[in-house]
């Protein structure tokens, strides 16, 4: 996907394209993974959209929930989500971050 070492650096509009597709593909895993986190807190803990989704949400930006869990079932899908939730957070800035991390090293390496 990414160039090599022994190649000139993509032009601008081109490593543009190529952030764009790496935020849309964040975008994707989060939303899915927000999706996930909405029913596992609806299905387990039978808490409100609205909840779901600030538990959800609070989980994967790395606050934690704000509900704690009451049943069996959703402490035990609180615990594994939250472990999901921290690999997509990195994950995704990762993604994120990858493309420009790798055009800054690239220019740097490049002998013009």
């Known amino acids: ?3 090599t070492k022994s190649q000139k650096p993509i032009p601008s509009f081109i ?5 764009i597709l790496h935020l849309f593909i964040a975008l994707g895993m989060l939303t ?3 999706g996930i986190g ?8 039978q808490l409100s ?7 959800s949400a609070m989980l994967l930006g790395g606050m934690g ?7 069996s079932g959703g402490k035990f899908f609180a615990g594994l989500y939250a472990l999901y939730a ?10 994120i971050f ?12 490049w002998n013009v």
Request: aromatic letters at 12%; charged letters at 15%; a positive charge.
């Open 1 to 3: 996907m990414y160039e």
């Open 15 to 19: 490593f543009a394209k190529r952030l």
């Open 32 to 34: 899915l993974s927000l």
């Open 38 to 45: 909405i029913a596992g807190y609806c299905t387990f803990e």
């Open 49 to 55: 959209l609205i909840d779901a989704f600030l538990n």
């Open 65 to 71: 929930p704000v509900n704690p869990p009451i049943t």
């Open 86 to 95: 921290g690999l997509v957070f990195i994950v995704t800035a990762a993604l």
């Open 98 to 109: 990858t493309p420009i991390a790798h055009r800054i090293l690239h220019k740097f390496h």
